[in-house]
């Protein structure tokens, strides 16, 4: 272990660093180790000819005992500034590479024209996968194709299925109860005419049992979501790299649309770390019906006409949060704008926020929700879920001493764990908000 290894404590060594990478910019705040500023002595110790300064300043030498010896709000402007210059270095050339001689430089030279090599062999690699998904996917489908014949009600599940379902429900829970024997498997006597259950709001209990979704659908939401009756991927064709989520849905009051799309488009060139890069996300326009549209409220108010001293009911539109603006995704700025000075840092940091979220969310449908469709139904999913870490890691900023107090605070009154049950962190929010920037959509949502 580290603790057994005798390091010498005025050791020289040191590794160059080609750039100034701090562990952290904030040393003192996360108690390392305190910079310190030598004494400088002026004329004799014993002259008592000057009165030494009252209380150091940031930045003036503070003796030996480093700044142990200075104030709260000293050693919070100390902190700032040490910051501060750390944060500029960060990045910043050291002189290393450049103190390097000729024939050292060649070779990193050299180096640098192996990793282009490497990084057009990691795009073959990256486009032979993803032809290799579109593969699988074409095998996936009519599996796909089954397991909405059952959930919609167009046909019930063999015996060999719900042999093999029934075998893993045993196998992760001992105390699991056999269903009780049925007749031969339903045949269906016409498309629209069957007498199996199916799963009634299968695709609603799924979505809402996905973390990142839950709180963006809302209970208007969930009335048409009700009609949600498949979700589908397919990649996009020829030399552009994405896919695209096709959401199926019966006739309903809200929309006339039968299908709902999302198209993610990938940039040609990879990430640093070898991974595909989100370009873009294009949405599709849903034909709302009158009055019914979810990503919007109504207000009614009056209003008075000047001349004749009339009043008159208008209704005005609000965007409001919903599921719905999924459809609409968010669209960067142009790298004109930005430089213009037209789109301010927290509009930028806004955008880009929901950007990101936009964009894992339609990643989770493609690689998590459509393939794993039963579990996030019965909730299995759930258990793969990082759910709880941000409350794990605030209880790492709390000290283990404070357990006695902790138990004599048990017995306060009600009124006082009421106070501080309300205190506690509101959960994270994962929605985008309202009013969100929509992008002008390519292709229509399709009616059938």
């Given amino acids: 272990m580290s603790s057994n ?35 400088i002595q002026e004329g004799d110790d014993e002259d008592d000819g000057e009165e030494p300064p009252t209380s150091p300043s940031p930045g003036h030498n503070v003796g030996r005992a480093g700044v142990s010896g200075l104030g709260p709000e000293q050693t919070a402007i100390l902190t700032q500034l040490v910051q501060g210059k750390l944060s500029s270095l960060v990045g910043k050339s050291s002189g290393y590479i450049e103190s390097l001689p000729v024939e050292v430089k060649r070779n990193v030279e050299g180096l640098k024209g ?58 992760e829970d001992p105390e699991y109860v056999a269903l009780p024997p049925t007749s031969p498997p339903f045949t269906p006597i016409s498309p629209t005419i069957t007498s199996t259950p199916g799963i009634p709001q299968f695709w609603l209990t799924a979505l809402r049992n996905h ?105 005005k539109a609000h965007p409001t949060e919903s599921f719905f603006n999924f459809f609409s995704p968010p669209t960067p700025p142009d790298e004109d704008a930005i430089e213009n000075g037209e789109v301010n840092d927290d509009e930028l940091e806004d955008i880009e926020e929901r950007l990101e979220l936009d964009f894992q ?47 004599e605070e048990e017995d306060s009154d009600d009124e006082e764990h009421d106070a501080h049950a309300h205190a506690r962190k509101p959960p994270r929010r994962t929605g985008g908000e309202p009013g969100a920037a929509t992008v002008d959509p390519k292709e229509d949502c399709k009616q059938q």
């Fill in 5 to 39: 290894v005798n390091i010498p404590s005025q050791s020289s060594i040191s590794a160059p660093t080609p750039q100034n990478t701090p562990l952290t910019t904030a040393p003192i705040s996360h108690q390392l180790s305190r910079p310190t500023v030598p004494d």
């Fill in 114 to 171: 192996i990793q282009i090599q490497f990084t057009k062999l990691q795009k073959q690699h990256k486009m032979e996968v993803l032809e290799l998904e579109r593969k699988y996917l074409a095998l996936y489908n009519p599996l796909f194709d089954r397991r909405y014949a059952i959930t919609s009600g167009a046909a019930a599940p063999t015996r060999a299925e719900v042999t093999a379902g029934e075998a893993q429900s045993l196998e």
């Fill in 211 to 315: 973390v990142g979704l839950s709180d963006l659908i809302t209970d208007r939401d969930a009335e048409a979501l009700k009609y949600l009756t498949d979700i589908r991927v397919s990649y996009l064709e020829g030399n552009e790299a994405g896919f695209k989520l096709t959401f199926f849905f019966e006739e309903n009051e809200f929309f006339s649309d039968k299908e709902l799309t999302k198209t993610y488009v990938y940039r040609d060139e990879l990430g640093y770390e070898g991974d595909f890069v989100f370009e873009k996300a294009i949405g599709c326009e849903i034909k709302w019906k009158e009055e019914k549209d979810l990503t919007k409220s109504f207000e009614i108010k009056k209003q008075r006409n000047k001349n004749t001293n009339r009043t008159r009911l208008i209704r």
């Fill in 361 to 407: 969310i339609g990643e989770d449908f493609k690689e998590r929700i459509i393939p794993r469709a039963v579990d996030y139904f019965t909730g299995k999913a759930l258990e793969y879920e990082d759910i709880g870490m941000d409350d794990e890691d605030d209880d790492d900023e709390f000290d283990e001493d404070d357990e006695d107090e902790d138990d």
